[in-house]
């Protein structure tokens, strides 16, 4: 899958979740009832495997012979336990100073950089993409409510942590939000940006816990923007009329002269949008708080496209821009 969602040696998807808090990736995977602790979510998403750095060799073969020769200061990640004959598999070149973080370290480290105690259930969701080259976490940090007199929105908050074996990112910590009406991420009054805490793949970062921690205070802290940002588009009236101008703004309609097939796709894209905005109606009742959470359950679970790969998105605040502009719009 273009997503990176694959099946481990056992014919399991490496992904295991908390069912009490919905079914992500549409349910495939590993089902818990309940939070998981460390050691339970490494086995149960098959991220119980360990990732070597080993010397790079080149293979030269002439008409004298074949010589194998080491690639000075280069090496390459390989996993064991993977679902090849061998039970290895290589995941890419990496340079001298990189230093694996090892699936259980990953978990292991998001777990106390959140201040559970070891051994505490607090692991909501945790899995591997790409045969294992990324592996991730979702931590929980308790819940926040949004006008809580009123329509009493729960928001669910979560520290998601992820690292890659192929040198193609650092590890990331992100601030993770959740609304579990719709299950959709929650960023109002937060860009990707100001959520995320970047480790470098160097050796000690596990070392490092007390650095991530106090940037983690400073991001914790922003969940108070993100009700704050919340209860301000609660007071701002919104009709249909404002839910197209909004969708217009985020996703440009097309121009006159463009082709009808663009022209079905926008209109395609509103109905949704709008039918979304009718539900929420019900719940929150008709404002700002309403059309932006239509829009992010449209990027989140309804766009076209693989219904994995919006997952990531979503958990990885790529959709993060068109969010802050649709607030924006509402806003304004």
């Not at 301000?232 to 249909?240: A, D, K, N, P, T």
Request: hydrophobic share 40%; with cysteine.
């Amino acid at each position: 899958m273009t997503s990176g969602l694959f099946r481990d040696r056992s014919n399991e998807y490496a992904i295991a979740y908390n069912q009490r808090n919905g079914n992500p990736w549409h349910g495939e995977g590993q089902a818990f009832d309940g939070l998981m602790t460390v050691e339970e979510a490494l086995k149960a998403s098959h991220c119980d495997f360990v990732v070597h750095k080993v010397p790079m060799e080149t293979t030269v073969i002439d008409l004298e012979g074949t010589y194998r020769l080491d690639v000075a200061d280069q090496y390459v990640t390989v996993r064991n336990n993977a679902a090849t004959e061998s039970g290895y598999e290589a995941f890419g070149p990496v340079g001298k100073v990189y230093e694996p973080f090892q699936p259980d370290e990953l978990f292991e480290f998001a777990a106390e950089v959140a201040a559970h105690a070891p051994g505490q259930a607090c692991i909501d969701v945790g899995g591997a993409l790409f045969g294992g080259r990324m592996v991730f976490c979702h931590v929980d940090l308790g819940a926040v409510t949004v006008d809580p007199d009123g329509i009493n929105d729960t928001i669910l908050t979560g520290l998601a942590a992820m690292t890659r074996f192929d040198a193609k990112m650092s590890t990331v910590l992100y601030l993770a939000n959740i609304r579990p009406v719709c299950n959709n991420t929650v960023t109002a009054g937060l860009r990707a940006t100001q959520r995320k805490i970047t480790i470098r793949h160097t050796a000690g970062q596990v070392a490092r816990v007390e650095e991530a921690q106090r940037a983690l205070g400073f991001i914790i802290a922003r969940r108070d923007t993100v009700v704050e940002a919340a209860e301000r588009l609660l007071r701002v009236e919104c009709s249909l009329s404002d839910v197209e101008r909004v969708v217009a703004g985020v996703f440009p309609k097309p121009e006159p002269g463009e082709s009808d097939s663009r022209k079905r796709n926008w209109d395609e894209r509103f109905q949704m949008i709008a039918a979304n905005f009718d539900v929420e109606v019900e719940t929150v009742g008709s404002n700002g708080w309403a059309v932006t959470n239509a829009i992010g359950e449209f990027l989140d679970h309804q766009q076209k496209g693989d219904v994995h790969a919006r997952n990531l998105k979503a958990m990885t605040g790529q959709t993060d821009e068109l969010k802050a502009k649709a607030e924006a719009l509402v806003l304004a």
